[in-house]
């Protein structure tokens, strides 16, 4: 009864009217009136098929109940229709080079080309949702696609995956790098030892230009001007590998993604000592806007525009003071601040804000200069993303605000691909929406329910960590120790911009390299954050210090630092002992210098291979001036001197 014709599923027409989904004479109406599409006409032993998605939805519904779903009754699911030759694919494994400067073997290249076209064939399909039926839905397909290239002949050289995570994982690395990805490991190059000088100059700037050309078009470029300068061959694979390494990343990804990216992956970060802080030892506020939907006098009937300031409690994250209101003002602030210390009774020791005219104005200044114990108070610098406030915040709008079925989730600090609104749902019920009068006691429900829940690692709730009562070695130096009785982990551990974390034995620990002087060890930093290494540990020494060792090609490990404890600093000024505070400010400096020697480094870079944006701009210029034809020695001469010579 059910078939496919030209990759369409299709139903027998002589059996939607004997089975009495429909009558004969309805049948021939909706064919007569194009509601019925016909792919086949009966007669001389052949069968009339229609389209089965052309049948209205009333008939399809009476087919489904009676025969259940078309598409999982037809088991005849021929891959290959899906499967076209891929020239490109073709061409790249042909002209692939390893790094002794010979090709792939020719039964290599077939089978990478094959291993292109079939997940082609499944790219098409995850994306085709008519075809996804044929392969039982968004649910099933994997399984069954899974299957079906597992049924392809012997002639079709290609890797058969085990299980739908290993060949998920295959696609999307796929996706992401292209043909490379199917490039087996042994085959592909990872030598970048001629990567040095000019050369590695030259590869960097075109790397590090805004427009962000891809390893692949910088070895094309690279390729025009190689013969000329007398510098050896290079893969993909070795570019890849050396502007993989962090000495290098960090002036690319500075000059290429910009500060922000940069600090996410490089920018060191200070870890602050909270086993001594106690309730209302430090206040934070932070406002923003609230994501509820509330009744409105437009034409819409519904907006969303309040704003809300809220007052913390950091050490217990209880929320003490909180305002609603049209506009984040200094009015706000204030009624915020004046409730929680009305529910508090007390002063806090350390009150933090961010930068928002309302907090700066005089007439907050004027009060938070009174608020807290001494005047303890200061503003988060923008973009460091230190504040505690908006990091409480952002756990406040996803795990209770954006519960709530008028919830329109779409604050800045939590916009997330899984936080959309039903706006439908929303549209439909707005007369049910609460009124503008009505928040407060909304809010007020939404921070019980806050108060007394917790984080899953505590064992009381936010409400009774907040109600908790309060009050006020010349040796050999242990990196010169030789180790004898140390224990490898087993893995590599990434050495990330705010230190080595370590676990044993369920307890946690992070560790940083220091240099001679005790001060943080730029110089290691610049050449091992983000880089993957041995830790080697005293299991009773770890309160001190471990080994970072790398390993090498051939896989011995390599010392490379020690990285002592790493030493947390106080934020709450009445807990400061000592030289903490300079010590903080050493710390906290480090992004700075390295951020500026970083960015330094890159100015250096242009001035030695004179490949800057302007060029960049001048040889595009110069390329629209010559349709493309401009010959190479004129085009290297022209890039040398043009830009100059304009002023």
């Given at each position: 009864m059910f078939?496919y014709?030209?990759?369409?599923?299709?139903?027998a027409?002589?059996?939607l009217y004997?089975?009495?989904?429909?009558s004969?004479?309805n049948?021939?109406?909706?064919?007569?009136?194009?509601?019925i599409?016909?792919?086949?006409?009966?007669?001389?032993g052949?069968?009339?098929?229609?389209?089965?998605?052309?049948?209205?939805?009333r008939?399809?519904?009476?087919?489904?109940e009676?025969?259940?779903?078309?598409?999982?009754?037809?088991?005849?699911?021929v891959?290959?229709?899906?499967?076209?030759?891929?020239?490109?694919?073709e061409?790249?494994?042909?002209?692939?080079?390893?790094e002794n400067g010979?090709h792939?073997p020719e039964?290599k290249?077939?089978?990478?080309?094959?291993?292109?076209?079939?997940?082609?064939a499944v790219?098409h399909?995850?994306?085709n949702?008519v075809?996804?039926?044929r392969?039982?839905?968004?649910?099933?397909?994997?399984?069954r696609?899974l299957?079906?290239?597992?049924?392809?002949p012997?002639?079709?050289?290609h890797?058969?995956?085990k299980?739908?995570v290993?060949?998920?994982?295959?696609?999307q690395?796929?996706?992401?790098?292209?043909?490379?990805?199917?490039?087996s490991?042994k085959?592909?190059n990872?030598?970048?030892?001629?990567?040095?000088d000019e050369?590695?100059?030259?590869?960097?700037?075109?790397?590090?230009?805004?427009?962000?050309?891809?390893?692949?078009e910088?070895?094309?470029?690279?390729?025009?001007v190689?013969?000329?300068?007398?510098?050896?061959?290079?893969?993909?694979r070795a570019?890849?590998?050396?502007?993989?390494?962090?000495?290098?990343?960090r002036?690319?990804?500075?000059?290429?993604?910009?500060k922000?990216?940069y600090m996410?992956?490089?920018?060191?970060?200070?870890?602050?000592?909270?086993?001594?802080?106690?309730?209302?030892?430090?206040?934070?506020?932070d406002?923003?806007?609230?994501?509820?939907?509330?009744?409105?006098?437009?034409?819409q009937?519904?907006?969303?525009?309040?704003?809300?300031n809220?007052?913390?409690?950091?050490?217990?994250e209880?929320?003490?003071?909180?305002?609603?209101?049209y506009?984040?003002?200094?009015?706000?602030?204030?009624?915020?601040?004046?409730?929680?210390v009305n529910d508090?009774?007390?002063?806090?020791?350390?009150f933090?804000?961010?930068?928002?005219?309302?907090?700066?104005?005089g007439?907050?200044?004027?009060?938070?200069?009174?608020?807290?114990v001494?005047?303890?108070?200061?503003?988060?610098?923008v973009g460091?993303?230190?504040?505690?406030?908006?990091?409480?915040?952002?756990?406040l709008?996803?795990q209770?605000?954006?519960?709530?079925?008028?919830?329109?989730?779409?604050?800045i600090k939590v916009?997330?691909?899984t936080?959309?609104?039903?706006?439908?749902?929303?549209?439909?019920?707005?007369?049910?929406?609460?009124?503008v009068?009505?928040?407060?006691?909304?809010?007020?429900?939404?921070?019980?329910?806050?108060?007394?829940?917790?984080?899953?690692?505590?064992t009381?709730?936010?409400?009774?960590?907040?109600?908790?009562?309060?009050?006020?070695?010349?040796?050999i130096?242990?990196?010169?120790?030789?180790?004898?009785?140390?224990?490898?982990?087993t893995?590599?551990?990434?050495?990330?911009?705010?230190?080595?974390?370590?676990?044993?034995?369920?307890?946690?620990?992070?560790?940083?390299?220091?240099d001679?002087?005790?001060n943080?060890?730029?110089?290691?930093?610049?050449?091992?954050?983000?880089?993957?290494l041995i830790?080697?540990?005293?299991?009773?020494r770890?309160?001190?210090?471990?080994?970072?060792?790398e390993?090498?090609?051939?896989?011995?490990k390599?010392?490379?630092?020690?990285?002592?404890?790493?030493?947390m600093?106080?934020?709450?000024?009445?807990?400061?002992?000592g030289?903490?505070?300079?010590l903080?400010?050493?710390?906290?400096?480090?992004?700075d210098?390295?951020?500026?020697?970083?960015?330094?480094a890159y100015?250096?870079?242009?001035k030695r291979?004179?490949?800057?944006?302007?060029?960049?701009?001048e040889e595009q210029?110069l390329?629209?001036?010559?349709?493309?034809?401009?010959?190479?020695?004129?085009?290297?001469?022209?890039d040398?001197?043009?830009f100059?010579?304009?002023?």
């Amino acid at each position: 009864m059910f078939e496919y014709q030209q990759n369409t599923l299709c139903v027998a027409s002589t059996w939607l009217y004997s089975t009495g989904i429909m009558s004969e004479a309805n049948y021939k109406y909706l064919c007569s009136n194009g509601k019925i599409k016909k792919l086949t006409i009966g007669g001389n032993g052949r069968k009339a098929l229609v389209a089965y998605e052309s049948i209205p939805d009333r008939f399809k519904k009476l087919i489904r109940e009676k025969v259940g779903d078309p598409y999982a009754t037809v088991k005849n699911i021929v891959f290959g229709d899906y499967m076209n030759w891929d020239h490109d694919a073709e061409i790249y494994f042909r002209d692939y080079l390893l790094e002794n400067g010979t090709h792939l073997p020719e039964e290599k290249q077939k089978e990478y080309t094959h291993q292109a076209i079939m997940f082609n064939a499944v790219k098409h399909i995850a994306m085709n949702i008519v075809v996804q039926k044929r392969f039982g839905g968004k649910k099933q397909m994997w399984d069954r696609m899974l299957e079906a290239i597992g049924n392809l002949p012997e002639t079709w050289m290609h890797t058969r995956y085990k299980n739908v995570v290993s060949f998920k994982r295959a696609i999307q690395k796929y996706e992401q790098e292209g043909y490379s990805s199917i490039v087996s490991g042994k085959w592909m190059n990872s030598n970048p030892s001629k990567i040095v000088d000019e050369v590695a100059d030259f590869i960097m700037s075109q790397y590090c230009l805004p427009v962000k050309y891809t390893i692949t078009e910088v070895l094309k470029i690279y390729e025009s001007v190689r013969e000329a300068k007398g510098w050896k061959s290079l893969s993909e694979r070795a570019i890849g590998a050396w502007l993989d390494k962090t000495e290098q990343k960090r002036i690319w990804m500075l000059a290429r993604d910009g500060k922000d990216e940069y600090m996410k992956h490089f920018g060191h970060t200070v870890t602050r000592n909270r086993t001594q802080w106690f309730p209302n030892a430090w206040w934070a506020i932070d406002g923003t806007k609230l994501d509820l939907v509330h009744f409105a006098d437009n034409k819409q009937k519904m907006a969303a525009e309040l704003k809300i300031n809220v007052v913390f409690d950091v050490h217990s994250e209880k929320i003490i003071g909180w305002d609603i209101a049209y506009s984040e003002n200094h009015a706000s602030h204030f009624r915020a601040i004046k409730m929680a210390v009305n529910d508090s009774g007390c002063r806090p020791h350390l009150f933090t804000y961010d930068k928002q005219s309302g907090h700066t104005s005089g007439k907050m200044q004027n009060l938070y200069n009174k608020l807290p114990v001494k005047g303890h108070h200061y503003s988060h610098k923008v973009g460091r993303k230190s504040s505690p406030a908006e990091q409480i915040f952002n756990r406040l709008q996803q795990q209770v605000i954006s519960k709530m079925w008028f919830s329109d989730k779409q604050s800045i600090k939590v916009r997330t691909a899984t936080n959309k609104p039903n706006t439908d749902f929303i549209v439909e019920y707005k007369e049910a929406l609460p009124t503008v009068d009505q928040f407060n006691k909304i809010f007020s429900a939404l921070v019980n329910k806050w108060n007394a829940g917790k984080q899953e690692d505590w064992t009381y709730s936010r409400t009774e960590r907040y109600n908790e009562e309060t009050e006020h070695r010349e040796e050999i130096s242990i990196m010169d120790q030789l180790s004898m009785f140390w224990i490898d982990e087993t893995k590599v551990k990434k050495y990330y911009p705010h230190g080595m974390p370590l676990t044993v034995e369920g307890k946690d620990y992070i560790y940083e390299v220091y240099d001679e002087t005790n001060n943080i060890d730029m110089e290691f930093r610049r050449k091992f954050v983000g880089e993957s290494l041995i830790v080697r540990y005293d299991p009773e020494r770890l309160d001190e210090f471990v080994g970072l060792y790398e390993l090498t090609p051939s896989g011995e490990k390599r010392f490379v630092a020690y990285a002592q404890s790493k030493r947390m600093h106080e934020s709450i000024p009445v807990l400061m002992k000592g030289n903490s505070r300079a010590l903080l400010d050493q710390d906290i400096a480090i992004r700075d210098a390295e951020l500026k020697r970083d960015q330094l480094a890159y100015e250096n870079l242009i001035k030695r291979s004179g490949i800057t944006r302007e060029s960049l701009i001048e040889e595009q210029e110069l390329m629209i001036k010559f349709q493309g034809h401009l010959p190479k020695e004129e085009q290297m001469e022209t890039d040398r001197t043009a830009f100059h010579s304009r002023f």
